[in-house]
């Protein structure tokens, strides 16, 4: 066996949260044997397998009684291309935001307003990661999996992802797939989305009258620097709450008393509510409990400011979903995985 298996890891260093705790057991899989090499070990000593990535969207509350994995499987490589695009397949273990900037100095575009988003590629499609008006489905191509079950890879296309707001098929089933690698279909000609204020104000901001793709990922990563706190700096897993879906109903209910409230009509009729305008409105911004805290600039990012534990965010983000509910009657989803 290859995988190597080791005893009483700390999980500092893989989650972004930085909360200090142990793993019972504790491997890397940089292949596909070595997957299931850990999938055999966890069945023969019957222990719990926990798969992570890049530990950005995960919440730790307490030491984890399991086998975890790391995907630390890397690659990129072009599948098939023509003059007009290319399918760009990348493995379970590469770094998100390198794996863009690969794809743009390769001349493909598509991936530019998911700039500096943190964790990896396998991560990605399992919650549909999106900012900026863009989102996984928008590129994907097709994914390889393995299921847990029987041990069978199976291959899905996008009508078999369920991809919704921030949720997927692989969501729903958690624990069943272990994404592997990962297909985008990029262009070879920029069809760039600026819909969004923020990205065109940098952009004039620059003097660019006439963006790139690369262009767009460099105002993109400016804008995500100034917002978002570094995770090397200060603890954090990005936004820790959805954007909340409600009626058309609720939604004038809460202009109604709070005209300033910010929302985004959808198709379907229901409003998303911008879930840092309610965090802020509600005085959490900034707030901070021991080494528990809001973000002074960013009311949906919670960080650990040196030594909070698991619990202790935990604990701080069920009181905000609690004061959120009690003053505008709307339900907060916690983005990250809970662990």
């Not at 990535?53 to 499987?73: E, F, I, K, P, Y």
């Not at 991560?123 to 299921?147: R, W």
């Not at 936004?239 to 198709?267: C, D, M, R, T, W």
Request: charged fraction near 20%.
């Amino acid at each position: 066996m290859t995988l190597h298996v080791q005893s009483a890891v700390s999980l500092k260093p893989f989650n972004t949260f930085g909360v200090d705790v142990q793993a019972r057991l504790f491997a890397e899989a940089r292949n596909d044997d070595e997957v299931r090499q850990a999938l055999a070990y966890s069945a023969e000593h019957d222990m719990p397998l926990l798969v992570i990535g890049g530990g950005s969207n995960l919440l730790l509350s307490g030491d984890v009684q399991a086998l975890v994995l790391r995907m630390a499987s890397r690659g990129i490589r072009i599948v098939r291309e023509d003059c007009l695009e290319a399918i760009v397949e990348a493995e379970a273990g590469e770094p998100w935001h390198p794996f863009v900037q690969s794809c743009l100095e390769l001349g493909l575009a598509g991936l530019e307003n998911l700039s500096l988003i943190p964790g990896t590629v396998g991560a990605a499609p399992m919650q549909n990661i999106g900012a900026y008006g863009v989102e996984i489905k928008d590129v994907f191509h097709s994914l390889t999996a393995l299921d847990r079950e029987t041990g069978e890879l199976r291959e899905f296309a996008l009508q078999d992802c369920a991809f919704g707001y921030r949720d997927s098929v692989f969501k729903h089933q958690a624990g069943r797939w272990l994404i592997l690698r990962v297909r985008f279909k990029l262009s070879r000609e920029a069809n760039l989305h600026l819909e969004y204020g923020p990205v065109r104000q940098r952009l004039d901001q620059l003097g660019i009258d006439k963006p790139t793709p690369f262009d767009v990922s460099r105002a993109i990563c400016a804008i995500r620097s100034e917002k978002l706190p570094d995770p090397a700096v200060l603890g954090n897993a990005g936004s820790f709450f959805k954007n909340p879906l409600v009626a058309a109903e609720l939604f004038e209910a809460i202009k109604s008393q709070h005209p300033g409230v910010v929302g985004y009509p959808q198709a379907d009729g229901q409003v998303k509510l911008a879930a840092g305008w309610l965090i802020e409105q509600a005085g959490w911004k900034g707030y901070r409990d021991g080494d528990a805290g809001v973000h002074k600039l960013q009311s949906l990012v919670l960080v650990n400011y040196g030594h909070a534990s698991g619990l202790q965010l935990l604990n701080l983000a069920r009181r905000i979903q609690a004061d959120i509910v009690e003053r505008f009657g709307v339900e907060l989803e916690m983005e990250p995985n809970l662990y």
